[in-house]
């Protein structure tokens, strides 16, 4: 079991940046896929990015790449989500989530069982 907390949300001019962090608890974190998802209001949550357990691999929605980036410190047991060139439409709730499924032939990313509580980014225009 991992327990993941979120960091880092609040309110941003478009074009500004904001870094994410989620904290995990549990001896497991670095066994896992990590990922961040996102759900804006009236919409469905939706992948945002993800990142192999070693860190060597990582991987974005097409709507982030470039702007964007993942990363994780396994001795830290956190992942980050460092987000620049914001804009209007990156506003939602930002969720971490662990042992995230790659994608098949069918479906895209999905989520793992874990979820964090999740944090409000707001990117003003």
């Known amino acids: 079991q991992v327990q993941l907390v979120e960091s880092g949300g609040g309110l941003v001019q478009a074009g500004g940046s904001l870094r994410l962090s989620c904290a995990a608890s549990?001896?497991?974190?670095?066994?896992?896929?990590m990922g961040w998802f996102r759900q804006a209001p009236g919409k469905e949550r939706e992948f945002v990015a993800a990142i192999s357990w070693s860190g060597g691999s990582t991987y974005y929605a097409d709507s982030v790449k470039g702007r964007f980036t993942i990363s994780r410190d396994n001795a830290k047991n956190t992942v980050y989500l460092q987000m620049n060139s914001l804009k209007p439409g990156d506003t939602a709730v930002y969720y971490c989530n662990a042992d995230v499924a790659r994608p098949t032939e069918t479906t895209g990313w999905g989520p793992g069982p874990h979820w964090g509580q999740g944090t409000q980014v707001t990117v003003s225009s």
């Open positions: 549990g001896r497991t974190f670095s066994s896992y896929a």
